[in-house]
């Protein structure tokens, strides 16, 4: 069983800024392409943001240029910083750990509420 730990969601105004992050085994985090996928209500789950092992970045068209993925080896962790969050943005973020179709981990997701 595979264990990605999220932290730092929670409520925020239109405008603010959160950061999430997932911590991840070494084993895992070392070889594996990290990611944060969101999901709200009676929405499919959707790829925010993810980054491989050589911290290469993909972004969905909706939050380039808001949010920013980032890893830090030394930590096993990988960070999702949100800014100019927007209502839209709320949702369950949830990380991921993939390696292919057969080593693919998700985290127990974190709520992230966007409200005035």
């Known amino acids: 069983q595979v264990h990605l730990v999220e932290s730092g969601g929670g409520l925020v105004q239109p405008g603010g800024s959160l950061r999430l992050s997932c911590a991840a085994p070494p084993n895992i985090f070392n070889i594996y392409r990290m990611g944060w996928y969101r999901q709200a209500p009676g929405q499919l789950r959707e790829l925010v943001a993810d980054i491989s092992t050589t911290t290469l970045t993909k972004y969905a068209d909706s939050v380039k240029g808001r949010f920013t993925i980032s890893r830090d080896n030394a930590k096993n962790t990988v960070y999702l910083e949100m800014n100019s969050l927007k209502l839209e943005d709320t949702a369950v973020y949830y990380c991921?750990?993939?390696?292919?179709?057969?080593?693919?981990?998700w985290g127990q997701g974190t709520q992230v509420t966007v409200s005035s």
């Open positions: 991921n750990a993939n390696r292919g179709s057969l080593s693919d981990y």
